[in-house]
């Protein structure tokens, strides 16, 4: 069993990316658990068709006698799926929704069934001790970072490697490489592989800007649901096959700032270039 947190930017795409990369491997027979660790509660929704009515946290606040069924949802190829759910607007921890989570899914004996990868879906960076549980804590061990060409990506990828490198001396937690998510920015492969190499990486996928993806969230639906011939679809299922295949575990080696902006501003200085010679 292979347990994998999945960070990232918000806004970036991490948990449409989290999704449809999920439901490429339960379509490779693979047995899938998502825990969404965001209180937007939002990880799963493509794969249920639908938004959960009561997370982790929901049930917790009623008082409930909690069972697994109350908490574990089944969408499509079979996956398994989690929300752990946050406070009420204005109140309270959203990270008080993954402690209380994780813990639950350990006294329910869950991570004893017989699934292939559990996906961990974390909320933006990693900023504070309940975003950062599925790592200080130990569930996952492998870390893949969702990102894009983009300034604040990148700075938010830069920032969870440091994270990472709080918690690896203490456990087996190692980073396994960038997801770019395309954003269409000019040089944006060729900046987020180099960003890859200084934090000693690889970009494990670069998953191309398509409208399709907006389509199938308008219907509730993972792009292999929703077009499975497409070409989006075959993305997603490189990527799959890409994580599966995957044994390039490190610990990172983040940059300070002044590194990250020097990095960024000298692919944006080469873009501008190659416009004014266009022109």
Do not use: W
Request: aromatic letters at 8%.
């Amino acid at each position: 069993m292979r347990h994998i947190a999945v960070y990232g930017k918000g806004g970036i795409g991490k948990s449409t990316t989290s999704q449809n990369m999920a439901v490429a491997l339960g379509e490779m027979g693979k047995k899938i658990l998502i825990i969404g660790c965001d209180p937007k509660a939002d990880c799963s929704r493509l794969i249920l068709h639908r938004s959960i009515d009561e997370t982790v946290l929901d049930l917790v606040r009623d008082e409930s006698e909690i069972v697994v069924d109350d908490i574990v949802h089944k969408g499509a190829f079979g996956i398994h799926c989690i929300e752990s759910g946050g406070p009420e607007p204005g109140v309270g921890c959203a990270g008080r929704g993954i402690i209380t989570a994780l813990g639950l899914v350990g006294q329910l004996d869950i991570f004893k069934r017989d699934y292939d990868f559990v996906f961990y879906d974390v909320l933006g960076d990693v900023v504070c001790g309940g975003f950062a549980m599925p790592i200080r804590e130990g569930y996952a061990e492998e870390i893949y970072i969702v990102t894009s060409g983009e300034f604040m990506a990148l700075y938010a990828a830069n920032n969870i490697c440091r994270g990472i490198i709080k918690f690896a001396d203490q456990g087996k937690v190692r980073l396994g490489g960038l997801i770019c998510n395309s954003r269409l920015v000019d040089n944006e492969i060729e900046l987020v592989e180099s960003m890859a190499k200084r934090l000693n990486t690889k970009v494990v996928k670069f998953v191309p800007r398509d409208n399709v993806v907006q389509y199938a969230e308008n219907e509730v639906k993972t792009v292999i649901e929703y077009d499975s011939k497409c070409e989006q679809a075959d993305h997603y299922r490189d990527l799959a096959k890409n994580i599966c295949n995957n044994k390039d575990f490190v610990i990172p080696t983040p940059m300070n700032k002044k590194e990250l902006n020097e990095l960024f501003l000298s692919f944006q200085k080469s873009s501008s270039s190659a416009h004014v010679r266009v022109a």
